[in-house]
Nanobody, 116 residues
Framework: QVQLVESGGGLVQAGGSLRLSCAAS????????MGWYRQAPGKQRELVAV???????NYADSVKGRFTISRDNAKNTVYLQMNSLKPEDTAVYYC??????????WGKGTLVTVSS
């Protein structure tokens, strides 16, 4: 079992910034892709950004140039720096990780609210 604990969500005005963090713990022999998804009210969960181990990052078109994903492998932690936030970025943000032997794991989510 892998536990993912997110932090850093909150309320911010449009144009502001937030930094999300997600730490993985538990039985992990190898931590593969880590990333962030989000789900706005009434919408399906969507990819925000992912970072494979040693691979190139992938971003949703809607956040390119504003969000930056990074990871600290020594700490089993992934970060999401969010700049120039817009009201349409309001959502619950979920941390994701694929690892051995557990496979896919999800955090409980952290709410990001951007006011206009």
């Amino acid at each position: 079992q892998v536990q993912l604990v997110e932090s850093g969500g909150g309320l911010v005005q449009a144009g502001g910034s937030l930094r999300l963090s997600c730490a993985a713990s538990g039985i992990i022999s190898r931590l593969n892709t880590m990333g962030w998804y989000r789900q706005a009210p009434g919408k399906q969960r969507e990819l925000v950004a992912v970072v494979p181990t040693g691979g190139s990052t992938n971003y949703a078109d809607s956040v390119k140039g504003r969000f930056t994903i990074s990871r600290d492998n020594a700490k089993n932690t992934v970060y999401l720096q969010m700049n120039s936030l817009k009201p349409e970025d309001t959502a619950v943000y979920y941390c994701y990780a694929n690892s051995r032997p557990s496979g896919d794991s999800w955090g409980k989510g952290t709410l990001v609210t951007v006011s206009s």
